[in-house]
Nanobody, 122 residues
């Protein structure tokens, strides 16, 4: 599976962005998907995950109620809708695929996209 994340950009605090992650290959619908982020000087951290069917979603406490993960298996795409953005959400956002149950652990993901930069100004 090859992943390509896009949709990042510069937004003011309180604004919204929607990230997309397009996947190649016919087996996208069999993978659980996750979004992670990495701020400068910090470790990569879990943001959200979604099961292969879209029936189960998981969020980091820091984004719960503001971010929504979803997927469209017909389009081989997973989304991250980000609302009420804060300066501390500034990071490079990565999508990842896992052939197993959804996980919050970076090392349990098999495939990674190249990342898209989100910058939130105060």
């Amino acid at each position: 599976v090859q992943l390509q994340a896009y949709g990042g950009g510069l937004v003011q605090a309180g604004g919204s962005l929607r990230l997309s992650c397009a996947a190649s290959g016919r087996t996208f619908s069999t993978y659980d998907m996750g979004w992670f982020r990495q701020a400068p000087g910090k470790e990569r951290e879990f943001v959200a995950a979604i099961s292969w069917s879209g029936g189960r979603t998981y969020y980091a406490d820091s984004v719960k109620g503001r971010f929504t993960i979803s997927r469209d298996n017909a389009k081989n795409t997973v989304y991250l809708q980000m609302n009420s953005l804060k300066p501390e959400d500034t990071a490079v956002y990565y999508c990842a695929a896992r052939s197993g149950y959804s996980s919050k652990r970076t090392y349990e993901y098999d495939y990674w996209g190249q990342g898209t930069l989100v910058t939130v100004s105060s």
